[in-house]
Each structure stands twice: as C-alpha cells, then as structure tokens.
C-alpha cells in the first residue's frame, strides 16, 4: 500500500492517520495511552530492521545496542547539557546515524554471519559500557526527563498522553520519510542489492555505499526508537538495552512482513499484545506460577516460527496471492 | 608470574568451554548453513536433564553421559522433524537466508518456555564433581582448580574423538563431503539427508557437554547458556565458520583476549573485548581467520 | 537394459528448458547430446541423475523410472553423473575423492580392485593420491571424476561437457579413454558436449538439441556428414 502510492497520497494519508490518532488519545484512558506509546516505539524499531534487513539485505542483531546509543545520547543532551526535550530526541537520531555511519563503514566487508555476529557483539558489549564512564551513569543510569506537558493544553492533559503524542509524532515522520525512501529509486536499488548483489554490482550499483548508507539511516531510526523508549520508563540504564530485545523486534518484524512497511505498527502491536493476551490466557485457563511466567515467551517464539514458516514474506503476500488465484 | 599462570590457565579453561559450543555451531553451518541459535536451548535442555539425572541418582558422571547422549538425540530430531520441513517449504525468495535462522530463534524461546515450565524459573545447581579450590603452586594459591582440569582434559578428549571420527572414518568422510558439496556428495552415493541430521546429533552432543562442564561453575536457569552461546558463536566466526579446528583456534584467541584483557586491565571490558577481538579479526579477513577464500553461496 | 526418455519436459523457473524431448539410448552405446549454450543440455542431464525434478514425461533406465527419485539413490542403483565444472570437491585429496563413491558399498574389497583399476587408468591421479583435488590441472580433475564415478561400477553414465577448459590433447586423450570404456565396462554413455566434432567421432548416436527441443536424432556417422549439421555446430 505504502509503496504503490505516489508521493502525495502517502503523505495525505499519514496525516489522516495521524488525526485519527488525535482523536483517538483523546478518547481511551492513560494506561491504553501509555501502550500506545510503547507501540509506536516498536514499530520505529521494526521499520529500522525492516530498512537495514528488509530492504538492504543486511541482518543486524544490534538494533538494542543502537537504540542504546540514542538512548543515551538524547539523555545526556537533556540531562546534562539542559537542553530542550526534542532538541534530546533529535540528538538521539544524529548521534545514533552518526554511530550506524561508522559502524557501517566498518563492517562494510561482512556479510552473513559474519555481519551478524559482529551486531550480536556488539549489542551485548555497548550497554555495559555505561558502567565504564561515570558520565554515562553506570548501573543506575541516567534520568530521561521529556517534562510535563505544555500549560496550556490544559490540566486534563495527562503525562501519558504527551507520551502519547510524542512518540506517534515522532513514528509517524520517521515512517513517512523512510517509506519515501524505499518508494524512490533508493528503495528500488536496495531490493536489487538483497536479491543479487553480483548482478547490482554488474549495473553500476555502489552495493558498499548503498549498504552504509542504509546501515547509517537504520541507526537514526534505532536511536530515535531508543530515545522514544526511554522517555516511556523516564530513564536510561544499560539493562533496559538487553540483546533480548534485539531478538525481539526481529521477531516483530519477521512477524508481520520484513520486507514492507505496512505491518510495522501491527508489529508493534504484537510485541505490546503479546504480553496481555498471554495474561488473560492464564487468568481464564489458570495455570501454575512458571506457566504464566514462560507463556509470553512462548506465544512469541510460537507466533515467529509460524510466521517465518508460513507467511516467509510477510502475511500481505499470503492475501496478494489468494487475491490471484 | 602467578597472576600471568592464572591468567593462562584460566584462559585455557574459558576457551576450552567456548570451543565446545563453538564446534556445536560450526558443525551445524557446515552442513546446514544455518546460525543454530537453538543451540543454548539445547545445551540447556540436555543440562536440565542431567540435573534431573542427578537428583535422582546422585552421580554427575552418570548425569554427564545421559546429557551427552540426549544431547545427541535432541539435535538428530530437531533437525529431522523442525529444520528438514522448514527448507522443504521455504525455497525461493529473499527470506531463504533469514527464515532458518529466525525459526532457531524461535526454537530456542520455545525450548526455555518449556523448561520454565517443567522445572521452573528459579535457579538451579550443579555441583561440581571435583574440587573447586585452588591448586596451590610454589606455595602460592592459583586460581585453577580439578574442576579447571576436569574441563580441560574433558575437552581435549572430545577434539580428539571428533578429529578422529571427521578424518579417519567413512562416516568423517561423508561429513565432510557433504559440507563441502552436498551436490557432489549427492551424486556419488551419499545421503546427504542422514548426514546432515549426524551432524546435528554431533553438535547436540558438543553442547550437552559444554553445558554439563560449564553449569557447575555457574547457576541453571533456562537463560543459563545463552552468554556461551554468544561466545561460542564469535568464536566460530573468529575461527572462519569452515572449519573444526578454526572454532578451536577461535576459541581460545577469545578466552586469551578476554581473560587477559579482565585481569590485567579492568573486569568490565568483559564483554567489550569480545566485540573488539572479533572486529580486529574480521577487518583484517573478513571470512574469519580459517574461512575460504570462494564466496560460497550461503 | 536402455535408457528411453518420452516426451520429457523440464522447467527452470519461468523458462521451459526443454520441451517434449524424446530419445532412446540402447545399452552398450555412446549417445552424445550435441546443442549451442542454453540448449537445455545440462538441465537435461541433471534431471536425469535426479538433481532437478521434471515438469511431465517420463524416463526410465532398465524398465523402471528414474524421475522423481533422490540423487543418491539413482546414485547407488548405477547411475552415475560426471556433473561439469570439474566436480570434485577441492577441499578433500584425491584419495578422498575417489573414496567418496565407495563409501557406501558393502563389498570393500572389489571397491579396492575398483580403484586399482581406476588407478591403472589415470596413473597421474596414483602420482597425486595425497594432494587437494584443488591443486589439480584441468585435466587432472576432469579424470578424477571420472574415475570417482567409474568406481561405483556404474552401468549409465552421464556426462556433462568433460572437454569444456581443456587442451586439445587432453580432450583427444579423455574422449579416447571413455570410448574404451564403453566397449571395456559395459557402459551406457550419454555425453552432453559442446565439442560436437569430438563427441560424434566417438558416439555411436548422437542427439541434437536447440531451444530445449530434439532437432535432429541419428546416428553420430550420418550427423558427422550431414551438412546441416556441419554447418551449423562443426564449422565447415
């Protein structure tokens, strides 16, 4: 849907989107708000994966560790340097690019495994590295404040809902940029590139500079995700960036289509649902204490499996096929 | 010196438990071309299992060889009845790099789920079959103990079986072939089908070791291997993926890097040492230190 | 004991490699399928050993159908596939090489004799038993495989394009060994070439491919002279 449609219809219905999503923060209650926060996280650090590993073909595991980076970037902007709360989140986003930049060039040569396992490193190894440097606030880390809410939207206006409101702002232009991205020629050269990069290469397409560059935009979107989750628990820490959650947006992306833009909040909304809809399981069927704990896990690890089975490229191509026949 | 001795032996001792899980994995990518992430579900199923072994008989070396051989059993069946299907269906399309890989991830959050379950989440022990304390050396306490030994040698007498069994046999030989060139494999006799699912069986047995040898140090809980899954996976890109001896080699340059790095300069660079010891060698041969030098269609 | 291909049908992708093709190869004979590149040549062959499925037809070896089988097991029944590009494994010596269709017989002993007699055959590969398959000339390997195939006394053999990269010489000395061969082993051959003089000067029958279709079937004497045929893949 995003892909097919031209510049200004895209951009016509984000902005729909985004009303309905006004209207809609004005109607449900802080706690669906504060998800909803948490959902619109998600699915800016599935569309990351979805550009780095979707579109240019690189499987990174260390989306955590560049989350992290943003994370603490937009803290220490705010914290330290007192500086304005979107001035922090857009900090996030240079910092983190700036890191994915380098880190692309770097491994620019890898692939496969190779790439991988590299990424798998470095997620486990970056966070601990707060505990490193005092600035950075080791263990306890470091407060993430965004601030109450302007005055004058008035007393109603909850905590949450500024959450609310900032993180779906924040996904919503980060998604419109990155979907005019990948409709462009861009979009086109990095599909070229993941299915047969000789061939690319054959064309007269820079493969080594094109990877960077997505590796570089991937990162921006990584650390705006890691600023946005921050903001959500009011702080950075280096355990809030396990590499388990790396896997994680993996899953939700692999989940609901890792090669197109549409199911990014459906991702979302299934590393945020996943959770409730395992407790509700439990409440209604009961169980003992290590069946409701291991329950989430296992839906997800269930619901991947099935998914990278059943619907390999993401479930819009299982509806386009039934279409055709 | 003594601390230099420590830091050797400990280094020995580290890698040697790396190497394991990274023979696991590159047994695994040979004939597979799959990232096994499943496998520290594996190694810690296996370790459950001879945890159980244990509370009921009491033996540790009962419970190691029940863990090894059901280790053996776990990967043949996992690769027969979850990998096999998995490459039936997915054939074309971009998706046939990731799909595999992703549906071990998946495997191995299925594999902890069930353990949580059975056995529950708290932490568990094993103890350590032989002492723990220190050698003492020229009147000195070193930090290598029997249990360090018992690694050690435990290790080394399982390089040797597999060094054995991959070039001195028939079936070495078929393994072999079929990582190479499953087609040519193929073509001459071999079914290349049983041997990939052995190879899994091998690797099942690697890590049921590694876990039994490495828990006693440690705590069991379902997460307990997922760190020496990461270690041993960097160690087999270190070593290049290809080959046996390259996981070993691999293996031991991380646990050197590592312990030397946590003793004499500071314990936090734990983990940063690893990322940097692998890009060090990853920027100088990008294929890992034994890796072909063929792009090989992965 | 003949191999009798009807009507066989082979797609690869989107594209039809061949299309309705139809031959027979009686036993003892040396049948070479001559065609331009993209003629459907190789698809053609490695359909046969059961490395690709077909899309309709049939093929049978013997009387009994070898579509839809496993490699290995048409692999084991006699059949055997001298795939190109030198197929032997480079990481392994030639000894493991020619090892590798052994490995599943249960008479060890007349594997040994086999391999003697490979052995007598290619004397360079005795000379070279304990090197990589990869350190090997050309020619060295195309005999290597070869010879790995002729181990498992296979009563059909498939060959796919042996002279392609090779000198002259070694070209002539291959095509002499594997026509001796056929009289000496028994063998059904099918040799795919390119080389179209070389393989109709050895053939009993040869077959003649374009676009994945059977353009001309006859025997290697009659197509060696046939004008069209000369025109068109001998040069003159």
Known sequence: ?325 | MTQFITAVLTSLSSGAIYALMALALVLVWRSTRVINFAQAGQAVLTTYIGYTVIQRTGSYWLALVVAVISGAIIGAVIDRFFMRPIFKRIKSGPIVMIAPVVATLGLLGIIQAIIGFIWGLTNQAIESPVSTDGYKVLGKVIAFSSYNLLVLVSVAIAMLLLTILFQKTNIGLALRASAYSPEIARLSGIKVDAVRTLGWAIAGAASGLAGMLYIPGYFLFPNAMDLLLVFGFIAAVIGGLESLFGAVVGAMILGFAINFATTYVSAQLFFPTAFIALLVILLLKPGGLFGSKKVRNA | ?236
């Open chain 3, 1 to 236: 004991m003949s191999l009798i291909v009807e009507g066989l049908t082979i797609d690869h992708g989107a594209i039809r490699a061949i299309n309705n093709v139809s031959f027979k190869v009686a036993q003892g004979q040396l049948a070479t399928i001559i065609g331009a590149n993209g003629a459907g040549k190789t698809t053609l062959l490695r359909t046969l050993s059961g490395l690709k499925d077909a899309a309709s037809g049939n093929a049978s070896w013997n009387g009994a159908s070898i579509l839809g089988k496993r490699a290995e097991d048409l692999a084991r029944s006699g059949i055997m596939h001298v795939s190109d590009g030198k197929s032997v494994i480079a990481e392994l010596s030639v000894k493991d090489n020619l090892a590798l269709t052994g490995l599943w017989r249960k008479d060890k002993k007349d594997v040994a004799a086999a391999t003697n007699e490979v052995i007598e055959l290619f004397p360079i590969l005795g000379q070279r038993m304990s090197q990589s398959a990869g350190s090997l000339s050309g020619g060295e390997r195309q005999m290597l495989a070869i010879g790995r195939a002729l181990i498992a006394r296979p009563k059909l053999l498939l060959l796919d394009e042996p002279s392609l990269g090779l000198a002259p010489l070694i070209v002539e000395q291959i095509f002499q060994t594997i026509k001796s061969l056929v009289k000496k082993m028994d063998l059904t051959v099918v040799l795919v070439e390119q080389n179209a003089m070389g393989a109709l000067k050895i053939a009993d029958q040869g077959i003649v491919l374009n676009l994945g279709s059977v353009v001309l079937v006859d025997s290697a004497e009659k197509l060696l002279n046939d004008p069209a045929v000369r025109s068109a893949y001998l040069g003159f």
């Open chain 1, 1 to 325: 849907m995003i892909k097919t449609t031209s510049p200004k219809t895209r951009f016509t219905l984000f902005v729909v989107f985004g009303w309905i999503l006004l209207i809609l923060g004005d109607r449900v209650g802080d706690f669906k708000l504060y998800q909803g926060s948490f959902v619109a996280t998600y699915a800016l650090a599935i569309t990351s994966i979805i550009l780095l590993t979707g579109y240019s073909g690189q499987l990174s595991l260390g989306q955590s560790a560049l989350m992290a980076v943003g994370a603490y970037a937009g803290a220490l902007t705010i914290f330290n340097a007192g500086l304005h709360p979107i001035i922090g989140l857009f900090m996030a986003t240079l910092v983190a690019g700036i890191f994915g930049l380098i880190l692309g060039l770097i491994v620019a040569r890898l692939s496969g495994p190779y790439l991988a396992g590299t990424t798998l490193a470095l997620a486990i190894s970056l966070p601990t590295l707060a505990n490193q440097f005092p600035i950075l606030g080791a263990e306890e880390g470091i407060v993430f404040d965004v601030g109450l809410p302007p005055a004058r939207f008035g007393e109603d206006f909850s905590q949450y809902k500024w959450f609310f409101w900032i993180s779906c702002l924040a996904t919503l232009i980060m998604v419109w940029f990155v979907a005019n991205l990948v409709s462009s020629k861009y979009g086109r050269t990095f599909r070229a590139m993941r299915d047969n990069p000789v061939a690319a290469q054959l064309s007269g397409i820079n493969v080594g500079r094109l990877k960077v560059m997505a590796f570089a935009i991937s990162s921006g979107v990584a650390g705006l995700s890691g600023g946005l989750l921050v903001m959500l628990i009011s702080g950075v820490s280096p355990s809030a960036f396990p590499l388990s959650l790396s896997f994680s947006i993996l899953t939700g992306a692999v989940i609901t289509g890792l090669y197109s833009l549409n199911g990014v909040i459906l991702g979302g909304l299934v590393l945020v649902a996943i959770p409730e809809i395992a407790d509700s399981l439990v409440s209604r069927i009961g169980g003992s204490e290590g069946f409701i704990t291991t329950l989430p896990g296992f839906l997800v690890s269930a619901l991947l499996i099935l998914a990278v089975v059943f619907t390999p490229n993401g479930p819009g191509h299982l509806i386009k096929r039934h279409h055709k026949k």
